[in-house]
């Protein structure tokens, strides 16, 4: 067992954790963050998206232990409590999910996207979330939702 | 799944992974960016017993480019993939890293990782091949330099002894008259390399008078192709030379066959591919 003290949405937690417990793991299962989902055992789905020290990682392929002292964003802390994020109100709008397990990753991996490039076109988008696998939609809306939050965060606020 | 467990060290120095490597001989391995370790410790396909974080050593990470360019073996494919001056001193590395996987995997995976582990249908080894870059390995018995045309010598395996850790890598800056291009045949769900073909020419006067080619995704691992080379060598470079001189991809080569592409179909798309990366690294250096 160590202990880590990680910065998760912006509160410090320090647990102990065995070194081969994975991010996703101690986000579910100690931090009770279940937003963060679980899809695949090849590192290839995307729906454990979070972002560490602001960049966009997959949860599932990274070890607790290395996260001592960062900070890390699960789709959870995204908005402020009772808030939505314009993704996530995107998806909402342009029917951006079915079955909705995708969908944190999704909106994780977009949110990065959008820090990087924030009018992307839909080429990019579609790039851009290469690493998120989804079942349902047929990525179609999912693409109408990122661009229709880019548009929406490119209005600068209070307009 | 969950890594069966293992004990875990984050040394600050080369000197003290070193010597973690020492200590704990077998048993250890390296953590670098974690993207083909940790796949393969949730599968078990590997079950290390001690794990030699080596995050934490800031010497071994960034780009340094003065005379040639010295690439730190714990880059991510993301700074690379952003380091606008990387990219125009070297495009077929640039144009290669982007193609890797998607952008979480960038974010994570290193240079020094993906050379370390050698798969098959990993991008860069082509890249290192086509590009003659010199891998600086370090060890107990000091400081060495590999050649990418000495490294890669069968599947997954290399040149380097267990005890050795990668440090850098150095390419050269292309200069005038010279071009480097990167052509992929992607898997369409993991985006590794079913064919992916680097590479490199000098025109002088007019006329081809240095070609390099690296193979990977459709051998067990990353080759040359020679004959393609002296077949390129000395001509004109048109498109007529460089079909001519791609007819001979794959020839001195094993090439695999699997479920996503049988042999014959890897072979066709090596001729294909390596066609491709000459006409553009051609169109690049004129
Ligand atoms: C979904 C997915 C898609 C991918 N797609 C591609 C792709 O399209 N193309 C591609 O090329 N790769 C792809 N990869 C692999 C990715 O690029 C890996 O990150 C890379 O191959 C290994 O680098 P790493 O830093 O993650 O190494 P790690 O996984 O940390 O280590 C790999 C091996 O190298 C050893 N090692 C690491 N660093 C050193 C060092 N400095 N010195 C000595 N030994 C060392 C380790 O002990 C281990 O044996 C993909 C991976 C995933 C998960
Ligand atoms: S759970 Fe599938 S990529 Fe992490
Ligand atoms: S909405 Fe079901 S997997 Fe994407």
Redesign the interface.
């Known amino acids: 067992m160590a202990t880590i003290t990680v910065t998760v949405n912006g509160k410090p937690h320090t647990n102990d954790v065995e070194p081969r417990t994975l991010l996703v793991h101690y986000l579910r299962e100690q931090l009770n963050l279940t937003g963060t989902h679980i899809g695949c055992d090849t590192s290839q789905c995307g729906a454990c998206v979070v972002h560490l020290n602001g960049q966009s990682v997959k949860s599932c392929t990274v070890l607790a232990i290395q996260c001592h002292g960062a900070e890390v964003t699960t789709i959870e802390g995204l908005a402020p409590q009772g808030q939505m994020h314009a993704l996530q109100e995107g998806f909402w709008e342009k029917h951006g999910l079915q079955c909705g397990f995708c969908t944190p990753g999704m909106i994780m991996a977009a949110a990065d996207l959008l820090e990087r490039n924030p009018n992307p076109t839909d080429d990019e988008i579609r790039h851009g979330l290469e690493g998120n696998l989804c079942r349902c939609t047929g990525y179609e809306n999912i693409v109408r939702a990122v661009r229709y939050a880019a548009e929406k965060m490119a209005v600068p606020a209070g307009d | 799944?969950?890594?069966?467990?293992?004990?875990?060290h984050?040394p600050t120095s080369v000197a003290e992974a070193l010597s973690l490597l020492q200590q704990h001989g077998d048993e250890a391995k390296i953590?670098a960016g974690?993207?083909s370790l940790?796949?393969a410790?949730?599968?078990r396909l590997a079950s290390p017993g001690v794990?030699i974080?080596i995050?934490q050593i800031a010497e071994l990470r960034g780009v340094v480019i003065n005379g040639n360019v010295n690439i730190g073996a714990l880059t991510t494919w993301?700074a690379i993939e952003t380091d606008g001056e990387l990219a125009s001193v070297c495009p077929a590395l640039a144009e290669a890293v982007a193609l890797i996987?998607?952008?979480?995997?960038r974010?994570?995976g290193t240079i020094g990782g993906s050379l370390a582990h050698a798969d098959p249908a990993a991008d860069a080894p082509a890249v290192m091949l086509a590009l003659n870059a010199q891998i600086r390995v370090t060890g107990p018995g000091g400081t060495r330099t590999i050649a990418a045309d000495d490294f890669f010598t069968d599947m997954l395996s290399t040149a380097l002894e267990p005890d050795e850790l990668i440090t850098s890598i150095t390419l050269n800056k292309l200069g005038a008259g010279e071009g480097s291009a990167y052509s992929k045949f992607a898997h369409p769900?993991?985006?590794y390399a079913i064919v992916g073909v680097a590479a490199y020419v000098k025109l002088s006067g007019g006329k081809v008078s240095a070609c390099r080619i690296g193979v990977t995704g459709a051998g067990p691992k990353a080759v040359r192709q020679t004959a393609v080379e002296q077949a390129l060598i000395g001509s004109d470079g048109s498109a007529e030379a460089i079909a001519a001189a791609a007819a001979h991809a794959g020839e001195e080569m094993d090439i695999l066959g699997d479920i996503h592409a049988s042999e014959g179909y890897r072979r066709a798309m090596t001729k294909v591919y390596v066609k491709r990366a000459l006409t553009s690294a051609v169109a690049r250096a004129r």
Do not use: E
């Not at chain 2, 799944?1 to 875990?8: D, E, L, Q, R, V």
């Not at chain 2, 996987?101 to 995997?105: R, S």
């Open positions: 799944m969950i890594p069966s467990a293992f004990s875990y984050a953590l974690g993207h940790l796949p410790m949730k599968l794990l974080d995050n993301s996987g998607d952008i979480q995997v974010n994570r769900a993991s985006r």
